[in-house]
């Protein structure tokens, strides 16, 4: 059983397209995170979710909107696609203060 | 703000040997953890080990040891009998634990890759 899952694991999509990544966690987790792994495989927290309520919200372009339906889903809905929005995007779960786990990634291409 | 220092991009390690990754980092805080993490070529992000800064003892976990310096900011992980699976890039991470806002919010290394050699 897939712990933290993430849909779709490859994005390839045209510049000025909206698109959405879907991520689930069946850990029983109240938080769930957005992170994003650039070129470099630089990682950076984006967002962090407590019991469906915004708590991390780094300095992230507002074309990005997380949104948790419950405590087990955490989606991301990118508009606007920009060519350095290419990157891969981990989602990642934890109960509160704890150690997160993540999904397998999003590989975004953006042309 | 908390920072997060991995000085070595690259290493190479003999199968079976014994190899150490450095990572050192800068905090004002006193309540924290720190976590390795590894990423195989598959992009998948594992825990490797936990330590809390706490706890005076340091993290095994079967071939993988940390070395906690808290005086000197130092988290080095060991890999004792590197086997061709531990290929991947090392990630070095911190997390505030006061409780806080910032609780959950990993702060990540720039990230070492090793290479397992038969």
């Known amino acids: 059983d897939t712990a933290v899952s993430q849909t779709p694991k490859y994005l390839v999509t045209q510049m000025g397209n909206d698109k959405s990544i879907k991520c689930e966690q069946n850990l029983g987790h109240d938080t769930m995170y957005w992170y994003k792994q650039d070129s470099k495989k630089f990682l950076k927290i984006m967002f962090s979710y407590n019991n469906k309520e915004l708590i991390i919200n780094e300095t992230v372009p507002n074309r990005f909107s997380p949104k948790s339906p419950d405590k087990a889903h955490l989606n991301l809905h990118i508009n606007s696609l920009e060519l350095g929005d290419s990157a891969v995007y981990f989602c990642?779960?934890?109960?509160?203060?704890?150690?997160?786990?993540f999904g397998p990634g999003t590989r975004l291409l953006v042309l | 703000a908390q920072t997060v220092t991995q000085s070595q991009p690259e290493m190479s390690v003999q199968e079976a040997e014994t190899v150490t990754l450095s990572c050192t980092y800068d905090t004002s805080e006193n309540n924290y953890y720190l976590f390795w993490y590894k990423q195989p070529p598959s992009r998948q992000m594992i825990l490797v080990i936990r330590?809390?800064?706490?706890?005076?003892q340091n993290a095994t976990e079967n071939r993988f040891s940390v070395n906690f310096q808290k005086a000197a900011k130092s988290f080095s992980l060991k890999i004792s009998d590197s086997q061709l699976g531990d290929t991947a890039m090392y990630f070095c991470?911190?997390?505030?634990?006061?409780?806080?806002?910032?609780?959950?919010?990993?702060?990540f290394g720039q990230g070492t890759t090793l290479q397992v050699k038969p």
């Open positions: 990642a779960s934890s109960r509160f203060g704890g150690t997160q786990y």
């Open positions: 330590q809390e800064a706490y706890k005076q």
């Open positions: 991470a911190f997390m505030n634990g006061d409780g806080s806002g910032n609780t959950g919010k990993l702060i």
